[in-house]
């Protein structure tokens, strides 16, 4: 089961671009990497997802290393409103389903300021 | 796309009482659906794992005899927390996976908005 491990907080001023990084020495061959971003008293929502190399979307961008050991998501130009706990979860979460123990770690409370 | 509905979104109760929270998949049908616990400033703690039509996998720790889950369609699951106490209070967020190909090989988890459960 891979453990990740993610800075607790980290602050940013309006405009810039944020890198957040996550450990995770023991990925799984099969295991994928997916970022979620979390508000007060709401539920995860869904940034991005990648097993290698680079993945961009309208959002954010998620850079993973070939030995896939960590991870990073960059997000160009945070706003006020992107102040928000962000995960990076490794899991293996096929298309038929199962069980599958998922194990959220600590995030990273991302703190944007004007 | 991919959205799940969560219902309650709150719930303040008496010591006793037993609560009914659903998971609904809106628009796909859900493989999966987790059941997560999160307590102020914590991060999210599998409660239990849960396929349709199939008895839920319960993480260590947690009783399946006070947090009842039902699965019985592709697109709804409860989790009923029966002789609700104090200490259950909490947080209680549900997540389903899918199964297009959008994602490739993997379905990532997409999110209710939570259920704030009080008991008095």
């Known amino acids: 089961l891979a453990k990740t491990t993610q800075p607790i907080s980290m602050d940013s001023y309006e405009g810039q671009e944020v890198n957040i990084t996550c450990s995770h020495n023991n990925i799984a061959t099969n295991d994928y990497i997916t970022w979620y971003q979390q508000f007060p008293s709401q539920g995860p929502r869904f940034i991005i997802q990648g097993y290698k190399t680079k993945v961009t979307n309208e959002v954010a961008s998620l850079f993973i290393p070939a030995d896939r050991k960590s991870s990073t998501l960059s997000l160009p130009r945070v706003s006020l409103s992107d102040t928000a706990v962000y995960y990076c979860l490794v899991a293996n979460l096929p298309n038929s389903g199962g069980y599958q123990k998922v194990t959220f770690g600590t995030g990273t409370k991302l703190q944007v300021i004007p | 796309g991919a959205v799940v509905s969560q219902h309650p979104s709150r719930v303040i109760c008496k010591s006793g009482t037993s609560v009914k929270i659903e998971c609904r998949s809106l628009d796909f049908q859900a493989t999966t659906m987790f059941w997560y616990r999160q307590f102020p400033k914590q991060s999210l703690m599998l409660m239990a794992t849960?396929?349709?039509?199939?008895?839920?996998?319960?993480e260590q720790g947690v009783e399946k005899d006070k947090f009842l889950i039902n699965h019985a369609s592709l697109t709804l699951s409860t989790l009923t927390v029966t002789s609700a106490h104090p200490e259950d209070s909490s947080f209680y967020i549900c997540s389903a996976t899918g199964t297009g190909r959008r994602y490739g090989g993997n379905q990532p988890q997409h999110f209710g908005d939570g259920t704030r459960l009080s008991i008095l």
């Open positions: 849960s396929n349709e039509g199939s008895k839920a996998t319960y």
